[in-house]
């Protein structure tokens, strides 16, 4: 009777239902394997279309590590929709943007005073105004200036040349004197050439400068002599506009 037990208890059914969840564990696995697999690829675009594919097949957010951080996969090129670091302000630059832009301010005001100088006291024949890249040219003719052939300058201009130096010391700027010439020839004990008047010329003036106060380490000069024309040397008109004195306020 015992044996008949017993032989009735292997006859009955095993319940083989762990072997759904099994199943699904494995499916899984397999998946697992093959997005492991698809990431060693440097082809991205495969690697978010097989993510695509995943999530469209389980209809839920993967929860593999991709390279859009373990969002929603998406065949949008992600290195697009990148997200760049804002620069960090510089706050040396910053004061150094705002300092030239103070600088040029006051340099537009210098120019303003200096051309209702030149208004006010019928000058625009004899005085012009240019607003050059390296900074205000104040241009002086000659005849305003200098006796022909001297490098004193004439008594009758100083009132006007301490005017503008007064103007000149609303800015600490540097300042570069030149002296031009026409090409007519000059001979004389003290100028053998056109070089070493324009270099005289453009030396009194630093030197006058200097004795109204303008600090010496702002001013330098330099004498061209003929050789850097406003006009040719072709008529009497334009020998003169090439005999002058610029005085240059340079921009910092």
């Given at each position: 009777m015992a044996k008949k037990k017993l032989h009735e208890e292997h006859e009955e059914h095993v319940d083989e239902s762990w072997l759904i969840p099994y199943a699904d564990l494995l499916t899984l696995l397999l998946a697992l394997f093959i997005v492991l697999f698809a990431q060693r690829s440097e082809d991205t675009a495969k690697t978010s279309a097989m993510m695509e594919s995943l999530y469209n097949a389980f209809n839920t957010v993967s929860v593999f590590e991709t390279n859009s951080g373990g969002q929603t996969p998406s065949n949008t090129n992600n290195t697009n929709n990148e997200i760049k670091p804002e620069p960090i302000p510089n706050p040396k630059s910053e004061n150094k943007d705002k300092k030239d832009s103070e600088d040029e301010k006051r340099l537009q005001q210098l120019m303003k005073r200096l051309q209702k100088f030149i208004d006010e006291n019928k000058l625009n024949a004899e005085i012009s105004l240019t607003d050059l890249r390296e900074g205000i040219q104040i241009t002086l003719k000659d005849r305003?200036?200098?006796?022909?052939?001297?490098?004193h300058i004439n008594r009758n201009f100083d009132p006007i040349l301490e005017d503008i130096v007064k103007m000149l010391k609303m800015v600490d700027n540097s300042i570069i004197i030149e002296g031009h010439?026409?090409?007519?020839?000059?001979h004389s004990s003290n100028f053998p050439s056109n070089w070493e008047?324009?270099?005289a010329r453009a030396l009194?003036?630093?030197?006058?400068?200097?004795?109204?106060?303008?600090?010496?380490n702002r001013l330098r000069f330099s004498g061209y002599g003929?050789?850097?024309p406003v006009y040719p040397n072709n008529t009497p008109e334009h020998r003169e506009a090439n005999r002058r004195v610029n005085i240059i306020i340079l921009r910092k």
């Open positions: 305003i200036v200098f006796d022909s052939g001297s490098d010439t026409d090409n007519q020839p000059i008047l324009s270099s009194s003036v630093v030197h006058y400068f200097q004795n109204h106060n303008i600090a010496p003929e050789f850097k």
